[in-house]
């Protein structure tokens, strides 16, 4: 409604912790205690950048998903201490898709997808 947009770089927050292969997870997150053996859960944060927050994701053994760890949710908690909770489901693997599959649309030009 207001047009606006914000951009925060994915390598400025803790998942880029996860998605950058030159970056040591090890450094960054720790294994948090479930107290359920099928269920693994990992907190990142960046110690040196506090105001990135942080994000726990929760895995639960599958021996059909990719590494037999299937991602099914995460919690992003902000420097606010403000909670945002995402949460999977009907995961599919190696299905194909159409490369317009993920469009932008900007709320400042009006009908103007982008990736």
Request: charged content about 25%.
């Amino acid at each position: 409604e207001v047009r606006q947009v914000q951009r925060w770089p994915l390598g400025n927050s803790p998942l880029g912790a996860l998605l950058d292969p030159k970056r040591d997870v090890a450094r960054y997150g720790k294994l948090i205690p479930t107290g359920n053996p099928a269920v693994t859960s990992i907190e990142v944060r960046d110690s040196r950048h506090p105001e990135y927050g942080t994000i726990t994701m929760i895995f639960v053994n599958d021996p059909g998903a990719p590494g037999g760890l299937e991602l099914t949710s995460w919690v992003a908690l902000d420097a606010q201490n403000k909670r945002t909770t995402i949460r999977l489901a009907n995961h599919q693997y190696g299905v194909a898709l159409a490369d317009n599959a993920f469009a932008f649309n900007d709320p400042r030009k009006s009908g103007s997808p982008r990736r």
